[in-house]
């Protein structure tokens, strides 16, 4: 049998047309106004923000216009690099020319509150520019189009709401890929797809093709393989099979499961070991050595982009930590969330203040950062509590106030 | 803007200050009188004033505007290649201010630069060499890949001689209104060994604490500059409290923001001291650095750093639990 690549449904199944798009029936009347005032020359805005829930049709939205009337579509998304260079590079041109065949075009900059201040420096002034400059509509998506450094970016687009989908309208869809799919699918497993996706059509079609894969036929039992998208629940389940498996091969089973998230389990495993491995040395080393060797193995497939590495992290952090020596016995244990994702999102802040007063202070005193924490910190620390004075007299001359250089030195 | 900071209050401002290094500052200043130079890579252990000679360079060589025409970097800090050739780029577009033909580039810690990265670099050198010379800086030369060090002039850094730092110190504690006897200065130098600037720093840690400093003015200086939780951490891994351990490390990591490597480093210290709990217990040197030099491999070629830490942690509470018993055995 000839293995076909596998398109992503969610694209080959991207709406060609408005009729074909569902849902959010008011958003895409004011698109449609907003366009027919741009291309009279009457818009009063040259932009128009999409913003709403993920799944819920605004690229498709800006993909069917495209395709409809057969206009180019100019687009940048979030994968791309989103520099002020790359944004002139790659689109300003394209906006303020004409085309070579006079078609005419549109511009797409896809989730603009994903834009990184630090790694994407000066896209949302280059972002105005272009709006200011276009010839053509400019469309920009995002979910939270609250965010403050999404202000000016509000002011100069036509702001255009997206609802979550509704039940009916992602099964009214589902159902069309199965009929053109030629895949048997009862209502009741369509429902529980689209209930599990919550008005998220994207995550639905993805799952549906997570469960079609391979099959002409859908059955109740195969919603067992789904990852719940209230994801939790079945974390602890994958941890519990490869923690207590009692040969190698039962943990490998785990990574048979089409929606397994390896790298959250690599952190829920690390959380867990000590639990369930409690009172053998032997175990806790061995079993933290395989999952070294499988985090390992995912940092070498990603920077080398060596993809036939993910086997081997896979089989590591499954079989690899099930086959430590000196397992205990199996006693019940319950599993923990990992703690260190609930530590950096509440210490998330501080960490940032740290890092702007940090890089300051190395900056004049011509360091790393990382020499700063380690080499010099550890001696401010010390003079702070001894010598108030002299404290004081360090951080003003760093030009810092006494609330920053406590941030430094972590008081 | 003179900072109260010791090490960069007395950091040499100028070639002729730098009272060590002659043969290098000699050289240095041949650069100066003829206003030309090549491409400079300054290696050697931290605190040997590699970034003090390339400042006082740049300060002999440009006057007081030497910050006009003075690009400075720390390969550790930036983030990436891509944002280190845009940023030389950018600098390197206008021509140099002044009478010198070039403008400098320093960039410290090269040598923390994957060999990819260090490529392009050197791509970069190649294409602003018109109006640019670099001046790298690293700790380990042989880190540098060789096209580039082909193309620099080498200058080696050794570590400070004992007398030299010794003199400093004193002279710094004249100024300061310090009082310190012989005694507290060998106990300095001999935990910095020839790193100035760790040396100067404990100076003005322990002339915090009293400005009469003795010997036991500085080793009280000393107990207070090393995180507790290090040791604590290892104390609780020997003790085969694994998950007391994870708690004192995620303290290090979380509150005080240290970073994988960061932990890494005061490791490496707290095994190489003799009062370490490490030692105390018998374990063998040799596994414990191969264990942590592992974990640095591992984290530098992008791995977790709590997940590699944790197999340290989880390896000592083996290894102590063993040579416990081992120990038992044999009585």
């Known amino acids: 049998m000839r293995l076909m690549p596998l398109i992503p449904w969610t694209e080959k199944y991207r709406p060609k047309s408005l009729s074909e798009l569902v849902g959010n029936e008011d958003a895409k009347k004011k698109f449609i106004a907003w366009l027919n005032a741009f291309l009279k020359g009457k818009a009063h805005k040259k932009a128009a923000l999409l913003y709403g829930p993920p799944g819920s049709g605004k690229t498709s939205l800006v993909h069917a216009v495209a395709s409809q009337f057969g206009w180019e579509l100019i687009e940048l998304n979030a994968s791309d690099f989103r520099s002020r260079e790359a944004i002139e590079r790659r689109v300003y041109g394209a906006a303020t020319m004409g085309s070579l065949y006079g078609k005419r075009k549109i511009i797409l900059i896809d989730e603009v509150d994903g834009i990184n201040a630090r790694e994407d420096a000066g896209a949302i002034p280059a972002i105005l520019k272009l709006i200011e400059k276009t010839r053509y509509p400019v469309v920009l998506t995002a979910n939270d189009p609250w965010d403050p450094k999404l202000k000016p970016l509000r002011d100069a687009c036509e702001v255009i709401e997206f609802k979550k989908l509704k039940k009916r309208e992602v099964m009214k869809v589902l159902s069309e890929i199965c009929r053109r799919e030629g895949i048997e699918c009862d209502r009741s497993i369509l429902s529980a797809i689209a209930d599990n996706a919550k008005g998220d059509l994207r995550a639905a079609i993805n799952d549906l093709q997570t469960l079609a894969m391979g099959k002409k036929r859908i059955n109740l039992a195969d919603l067992n393989i789904l990852g719940s998208r209230a994801e939790q629940a079945s974390m602890f389940d994958i941890v519990r099979t490869v923690l207590t498996a009692r040969k190698p091969e039962q943990a490998l089973a785990v990574t048979r499961l089409p929606s397994l998230d ?76 990992p703690q260190r994702l609930r530590m950096l999102a509440r210490t998330k802040s501080s960490r940032e203040k740290f890092r702007e007063v940090a890089s300051m202070v190395a900056r004049s005193l011509h360091i790393s950062v990382s020499t700063l924490r380690t080499e010099v910190v550890p001696f401010l620390r010390v003079i702070y509590e001894n010598d108030p004075d002299m404290a004081k007299r360090i951080y003003r001359s760093l030009g810092l106030s006494k609330k920053e250089f406590e941030i430094l030195i972590g008081a | 803007m003179s900072t109260e900071l010791w090490v960069e209050k007395y950091r040499p401002k100028t070639l002729d200050e730098i009272i060590d290094q002659e043969e290098i500052v000699s050289r240095l200043k041949e650069f100066v009188r003829t206003k030309s130079m090549p491409h400079l890579l300054f290696a050697g252990p931290p605190g040997t004033g590699k970034t003090t000679a390339a400042l006082a360079l740049a300060h002999d060589l440009y006057g007081e505007n030497w910050r006009e025409n003075t690009l400075e970097l720390n390969a550790s800090d930036e983030r990436g290649i891509d944002v280190i050739r845009k940023r030389i780029k950018e600098y390197a577009r206008t021509i140099p201010l002044g009478e010198v033909p070039f403008k400098l580039v320093i960039l410290d810690e090269a040598d923390n630069m994957t060999s990819d990265a260090q490529q392009a670099l050197r791509r970069t050198m190649e294409l602003y060499s018109r109006t640019t010379r670099f001046i ?44 310190i006897d012989d005694e507290a200065l060998e106990a300095i130098w001999e935990e910095s060994q020839g790193d100035m600037r760790r040396a100067i720093n404990i100076l003005q840690s322990a002339a915090a604490i009293r400005k009469k400093v003795d010997v036991d003015t500085v080793y009280e200086a000393l107990g207070k500059v090393r995180p507790r939780e290090v040791k604590e951490m290892l104390e609780l891994a020997v003790k085969g409290d694994i998950l007391g351990a994870r708690e004192k490390l995620r303290a290090l990591m979380y509150s005080y923001g240290l970073s994988g490597i960061d932990v890494i480093k005061l490791l490496h210290r707290e095994v190489l001291s003799s009062r370490s709990p490490l030692r105390l217990n018998g374990l063998p040197l040799a596994d414990l650095l191969v264990l942590i030099g592992d974990a640095n491999y591992k984290i530098v070629e992008g791995a977790d750093d709590e997940i590699q830490l944790m197999a340290i942690i989880s390896k000592i509470a083996l290894l102590s639990s063993e040579a416990k018993s081992s120990g038992a055995a044999r009585k």
Do not use: H
């Open chain 1, 262 to 337: 390896y790298e959250m389990l690599l952190l829920w495993l690390s959380e867990n070991i000590p639990y369930q491995y409690a009172g053998s040395y032997r175990a806790i080393a061995d079993a933290y050595e395989a999952l070294s060797w499988a985090d390992i193995m995912l940092a070498r497939m990603k920077r080398k982009q060596i993809w036939q590495l993910l086997p081997y992290a896979l089989e590591l952090m499954t079989a690899g930590v099930a086959s430590a020596r000196d397992k205990p016995p199996y006693r019940f244990v319950r599993y923990s969330f």
């Open chain 2, 136 to 179: 790298l800086i690293a700790n380990y030369m042989s880190k540098i890949i060789e096209p580039i060090q082909s193309r620099c002039a080498i200058f080696r850094f050794q570590p400070l001689p004992k007398e030299a730092v010794k003199a400093r110190l004193r002279w710094i504690a004249e100024q300061e209104g310090v009082e």
